[in-house]
């Protein structure tokens, strides 16, 4: 098989040279980009139907906040390629520093998140009920929060079978595909944050 | 390299999460449980798609004696809604679709010459989750009966079954206006959009990746081909039903607004997103069943494809069309002529690839020689009905005369010609057509004919005057009608048909139990066909095949068999390793049940039960818990060692 | 097969009630014509196509004369003959295309010519920006009821409505809680009355006479009983309705004044022994207003005394063909006139059990704090003279 030659280690068997988890991965990722997608654009198309709502988002959205939080999740990815690169290069040591790192940093955006929606429940009333705007900010930004908090929980199995020896540089597959789904994740949140907070300011 | 027809277990009882031990394919009933055999999974969707089907044709049954005449009163209003609605959802979500995976599931990894779909355990949860999501939506039926005797009364409990059609079109599925039913339905339809994206995602890798040597995506089966294209549509039309679902089961539960008038909610947004999935779910039924009949066609004419890579071409490009014509099923709801217009000619454009299908499948009999066998007379009746609802489907994208036919059973009647006339007929001509490679059984006499000619006259009998029944102004979706309005003696015609129609459904299955209890021996390949699926045994083997076989050109077996020495077969060398199976696993259905649990208790949440809300919590545990087992089980697996003759 | 049901369906009238093969209107012609286009497009398609498959499924069917082994050529395809037929049926799709376009347009724009403008043609009192639009009729789909408000004309009317022939109506689309579908075949195709939106149509009746439409979008339990009637009347007629809509109601006691009526009303609240020497209608009327508790939601024109806009409007409910959204009908032939003992009966059965007529109605089960009367305790008797009241609504 011709593909024999493309595939350094992963590749083995499949006829287009992708390895099996991380097509799937990719697909995956297809279908969440029309998650997404629709998530996003009610949130667009009513917000240009009501471009007045009673809680103006201005008011309530705390943009220093958001960029420092937006600015942590970017990091993570960051530092998750260098966890998927070093789980290539072997240095397991490496690898589990920087995955500690991506996980402390999602940790560190769920926590904004949580203290956001705290603070726009109980300082400004703004809820999931406040009109079409509360449902679909809450309903998108929760998605995405859910996203970002699976993506922990997967890195942290990962981590904790790295510890328990079962994770080793024969799965690093595995690493990258977890890779692969939280820079989607935050591409995705690159997204939401100028869909919903930044297109606000314009 | 061992040359013994023993299956020698290198692994040997595995130990598997909370204590159970990981059965095998020796287990006996558990194996049915945990197979992750894809020809077994095959084999459990389309047993419980043709229950299903059975299911949702005795519904319309019921439907058709209380339409029969004016003014009836056969069975109340409401259960009219609840049967319709369980009707289409049944027919479309529980019926037709797992029917058609059963098909891939079967197929696929033989067509391509593979030992199974790449994922094999995500393969078996699919099954589980989709088995869940259909007990969700139809036990809604048991909660109703049990209401019925008054053991039973949540809140809202005035439809426990559904009540708001297959589209459930806010705000009639929103709180105020519908009962649990609602969520029955929500939580039902959910579920089997994870089975279904699960389901497609594994299929899509499995033909990309899983090819047999020499199997280039121009050589692919068209079967093959088709599954691919219905794979991708289901990955990216469902997740806009996921959203809508999401979005509707929010505003029910938490009180949101996404379609809530009173607080600026749009229910028009449900419109749009319902299609936008629902137009492409009209080509995930209808590609595959084009996939069956261009693989028949050309069987019985003994002759390849016309024009395969137009036919592929064909269906991609219907694919890509598909999401761009949503908006013809909202022709009446005030658009703006800008859209209407544009919407009317895209669905006029999307006409074109589906004749060009039409005009190749006529091709390949051109010049053939045509064998009348069963799958045949359901392959050429299928391209006659499949036109006659192509036809009307034409009408309605002339948009004003649309706006004539819009939820009338005119529209019924189009549907239905595409639905049986195409799908049904394919999936019925597929079902003769494998059975021996399933089975290792082969039909005979008759009954199959019979059967084949009952169909095509209830068909026509019952569809046919439903176009009149609607151009003369006979809204669907109505539980009956004043005898003044002169409907009366076509729907009396039109029950006489659907009695016709489900007679000879019984006659096929008749059949189809006959087969199995007394079919003679099928062998490998009953019909001179030209695809890898019958270089094998049949029923084929757990690995399918002894020796990977390496493809040298389209319809390579069909040349090698009539004697061209140019494609004659070859098979990859053993490794002398065996072939690794991987080991069966509970925690699929282990998801399947927590999903069910989760679904299940939910709805009843929404109508006020106690302890619902921990119970759905226990099924979400149940789902986490069995997906963590599940990844940290690992794929297992043993080796098996065919005896095989060449490498003597 | 088909050709059975074709013969079948000699036997059935084309021009039946609701049938969109007999056009009464501009549009609905648009849209038939439209309709006849696509279907000549088909008939050729399916005898072209029909006939070279029926020509090769029996040409080149096996015989029993050939050999089992004998193996026709193995042809791949045709690119030009592909092209070919691609390209002839783009061509074929333009046929309809075209027409279809100017149709869209058609049905879409209102037309501009003036002498549809209210002020060139009626002649009754209204306000000069009137005088220059076409007479627009406000349509709300309730569950499941139709009612319908005349703006310029300042009438409401439910489940029959007027309009004059040969003028162009302008209707806008409202609904009340679900998604209902506005549907009068004979005059135009139908439009989706959505909550949260208005949506727009014209229609133009250009022969005199009653056409029926019904609800064509699925809207809850009773969608089937969700009918209405037009009436296209000549320009005359349609004045003289509109001067009796405009009427209030007459008292119960005969004339124009009601405050007699509301005098016995206060007394028989507090008392309603007093009602022994009234007559059926009085008592009714009664009934109707205290005891029933219909005035909460229903209106009665000039009583002063039933202005609830939850349901229909009641001020010449007994001037309508039917009742129950166009169920009961109250004329015991087709197209005949009002049969009054049929039409008492009507509204007897109609207020004493329409749960079994339209379940899930909220005159039965109440709305929102109003009163339904599966929680009012009224006697047969009592329903009897609310019914003998009710006719008396003209």
Redesign the interface.
């Known amino acids: 098989m011709s593909e024999a030659s493309v595939a350094v280690s992963h590749g083995d068997g499949s006829s287009t040279g992708i390895d099996n988890k991380k097509l799937m991965m990719w697909l995956f990722l297809g279908s969440d980009c029309m998650f997404f997608g629709t998530l996003i654009s009610t949130h667009l198309i009513y917000r240009k139907l009501y471009p007045n709502p009673e809680v103006s988002p201005t008011e309530i959205f705390s943009i220093d906040l958001t960029t420092a939080s937006s600015f942590i999740l970017l990091m993570s990815s960051f530092l998750m390629a260098l966890a998927v690169s070093a789980m290539h290069k072997g240095e397991m040591k490496s690898y589990r520093r920087m995955t500690w790192g991506v996980i402390l940093f999602g940790l560190i955006f769920l926590g904004f998140q949580v203290y956001e929606f705290n603070h726009f429940i109980h300082h400004y009333d703004f809820t999931i009920q406040s009109g079409t705007m509360g449902s679909t900010f809450y309903l998108m930004t929760g998605t995405h929060g859910c996203h970002v908090a699976i993506g922990v929980l997967i890195l942290l199995s990962q981590l904790i079978a790295s510890y328990k020896g079962k994770l080793t540089t024969a799965n690093s597959m595995d690493v990258e595909v977890a890779g692969l789904y939280w820079h989607f994740v935050d591409i995705v949140w690159i997204i939401i944050f100028s869909a919903v907070y930044l297109v606000e300011y314009l | 390299m061992s040359q013994s027809t023993a299956e020698s277990h290198t692994l040997v009882a595995e130990k598997s999460g909370i204590g159970l031990t990981r059965p095998d394919h020796r287990s006996g009933w558990v194996d049915w449980l945990t197979t992750v055999d894809h020809k077994k999974i095959a084999v459990m969707y389309a047993l419980a798609g043709l229950f299903f089907f059975v299911v949702g044709g005795i519904e319309v049954l019921v439907l058709r004696i209380q339409l029969s005449a004016p003014e009836m009163n056969f069975i109340?209003?409401?259960t009219y809604?609840q049967l319709f609605t369980m009707h289409g959802t049944t027919m479309i979500f529980l019926g037709a679709m797992p029917i058609i995976a059963g098909f891939f599931n079967f197929l696929v990894p033989l067509q391509i010459g593979a030992r199974d779909v790449?994922?094999p355990r995500l393969n078996a949860f699919s099954l589980w989750v989709f088995m869940a999501g259909a007990i969700v939506l139809n036990i809604s039926w048991l909660f109703q009966l049990l209401q019925v005797m008054g053991i039973f009364n949540p809140e809202g409990g005035?439809d426990i079954v559904p009540?708001i059609?297959w589209f459930g079109?806010a705000?009639?599925s929103a709180g105020e206006?519908?009962g649990i039913g609602s969520d029955f339905w929500i939580f039902g339809l959910q579920i089997l959009g994870v089975a279904s994206?699960a389901a497609s995602?594994?299929f899509?890798?499995t033909i990309?990746?899983?090819?047999a040597?020499g199997?280039t995506m121009m050589r692919l089966p068209v079967f093959t081909w088709m599954t691919l294209i219905t794979s991708f549509l289901i990955?990216?039309?469902?997740?806009?039903l996921?959203?809508?679902l999401?979005?509707l089961m929010?505003?029910r539960m938490?009180?949101?607004?996404?379609f809530r008038?009173s607080?600026?909610?749009?229910?028009?947004?449900w419109q749009h997103?319902f299609w936008?999935f629902g137009h492409p779910e009209v080509y995930i039924l209808i590609l595959p069943a084009m996939g069956v009949i261009s693989e028949i066609l050309p069987a019985f004419?003994?002759?390849?494809l016309?024009?395969?890579?137009?036919i592929v071409f064909s269906g991609a490009v219907i694919g890509f069309l598909g999401f761009a014509v949503w908006s013809h099923h909202m022709f009446?709801?005030?658009l703006?002529?800008i859209a209407?217009?544009a919407f009317?000619?895209l669905t006029?454009?999307i006409?074109?690839p589906t004749?060009?299908k039409?005009?190749?499948w006529?091709?390949t009999?051109?010049?053939?020689?045509?064998?009348?066998t069963v799958p045949m007379v359901y392959a050429?009746g299928f391209?006659?009905m499949f036109?006659?609802g192509g036809?009307?489907g034409?009408?309605h994208?002339?948009?004003?005369?649309?706006?004539?036919?819009?939820?009338?059973y005119f529209v019924v009647a189009h549907f239905h010609y595409v639905i049986i006339g195409g799908i049904v007929m394919a999936l019925f001509g597929g079902i003769y057509f494998w059975l021996p490679k399933l089975t290792g059984k082969m039909w005979e006499g008759k009954l199959g004919y019979w059967a084949v000619g009952f169909v095509?006259?209830g068909l026509?009998?019952t569809f046919?005057?439903m176009h009149?029944l609607g151009?003369?102004?006979?809204?669907?979706?109505?539980?009956?009608?004043?005898a003044?309005?002169?409907?009366g003696?076509?729907n009396m015609?039109v029950t006489i048909g659907a009695f016709i129609l489900a007679f000879g459904l019984l006659m096929v299955i008749i059949d189809m139990i006959k087969t199995l209890r007394s079919g003679k021996p099928a062998g490998q390949d009953p019909w001179d066909a030209r695809t890898l699926e019958w270089i094998t045994t049949s029923p084929p083997q757990v690995h399918n095949f002894d020796k990977t076989p390496i493809v040298k050109a389209r319809d390579a077996f069909w040349y090698d068999k009539?004697g061209d020495a140019k494609y004659k077969m070859e098979y990859e060398p053993d490794d002398g390793h065996g072939i690794h199976m991987p080991s069966q696993s509970w925690f699929p259905l282990m998801t399947g049940i927590g999903m069910m649990i989760m679904g299940i208790s939910l709805s009843l949440y929404s109508g006020g039960v106690p302890f619902m809300g921990y119970l759905g919590i226990g099924g979400i545990v149940v789902v986490t818990v069995g997906v963590?087992l599940w990844?940290?089980e690992g794929p297992g697996g043993y080796h098996l060692h065919p005896e095989s003759e060449e490498s003597k | 097969m088909p050709w059975v049901a074709v013969l079948f369906l000699v036997g059935c009238d084309y021009k039946s009630r609701q049938s969109t093969f007999d056009p009464k209107g501009p549009i609905a012609q648009e849209q038939l014509d439209l309709f006849m286009v696509t279907v000549w497009v088909v008939c050729f398609l399916f005898v072209a196509v029909g006939s070279v498959l029926l020509y090769a499924v029996i040409r080149f069917r096996e015989k029993k004369t050939d050999s089992p082994n004998f193996k026709p050529k193995q042809s791949h395809g045709n690119p030009v003959v592909e092209m070919g037929l691609i390209v002839v049926s783009i061509l074929m799709l333009v046929i309809i295309a075209i027409p279809t376009l100017q149709a869209i347009w058609f049905t879409h724009d209102l037309p501009e010519d003036e002498s549809n403008h209210l002020g060139q043609w009626y002649d009754g009192e209204i306000s000069e920006e009137s005088e220059e639009e076409v007479l627009t009729v406000y349509v709300y789909g309730w569950q499941w009821w139709w009612s319908f408000e005349y703006p310029q004309l300042g009438i409401t009317t439910a489940n029959e409505f007027a309009m004059p022939v040969g003028k162009v109506v302008n209707f806008e689309l409202r609904s009340r809680d679900v998604i209902h579908s506005f549907w009068l075949p004979k005059l135009a195709g139908k439009v989706d009355t959505i909550p949260g939106r208005i949506n727009s149509m014209w229609m133009q009746g250009d022969e005199v006479g009653h056409y029926y439409g019904q609800c064509a979008e699925f809207c809850g339990e009773s969608h089937a009983y969700m009918l209405f009637r037009a009436d296209v009347l000549s320009e005359e007629d349609f004045e003289a309705w509109v001067v009796e809509q405009k009427a209030g109601a007459a008292s119960p006691d005969g004339g124009e004044d009601w405050s007699g009526f509301k005098e016995s009303l206060a007394s028989y609240r507090k008392d309603p022994a007093i009602a022994e020497e009234w007559d059926d209608v009085f008592e009714g009327a009664a009934l109707f207003y205290s005891k029933g508790k219909c005035n909460t939601c229903h209106a009665v024109g000039g009583s002063g005394l039933a202005m609830g806009v939850l349901a229909p409007d009641l001020t010449h409910v007994a001037d309508r063909v039917s009742l129950g959204a166009g169920w009961l009908d109250h004329r015991a032939e087709d197209e005949g006139e009002i049969d009054p003992e049929l039409q008492l009966e009507n509204f007897y059965r109609w207020v004493r059990e329409s749960e079994k007529i339209k379940p899930g109605n909220l005159m039965y089960e109440g709305t929102g704090g109003m009163t339904g009367l599966k929680d009012i305790e009224l006697t047969d008797d009592e329903v009897r003279k609310i019914a003998i009241y009710l006719q008396s609504l003209k």
């Open positions: 109340s209003p409401q809604n790449a994922f005035k009540a059609g079109y705000p009639l206006y519908s994206i995602l594994n899509i890798v990309l990746n899983m090819r040597p199997m990955i990216f039309a469902f997740p806009a996921t959203i809508a999401l979005e929010f505003d938490f009180g949101t607004n996404f008038v607080e600026g909610g749009q229910p028009i947004l997103l936008i004419s003994r002759k390849p016309f024009g395969y890579p137009i009446t709801t005030g703006g002529d209407t217009a009317s000619l006029m454009a006409a074109v004749g060009v039409i005009f190749n006529v091709g009999l051109w010049g053939g020689r045509i064998k009348f050429v391209i006659w036109m006659m036809f009307s034409i009408m994208s002339a948009a004003p005369a649309d706006s004539q036919q819009q939820d009338t095509v006259v026509n009998v046919f005057p009149f151009l003369f102004g006979m809204p669907r979706r109505t539980h009956t009608y004043l003044e309005t002169g409907f003696p076509l015609l009539h963590y990844l940290f």
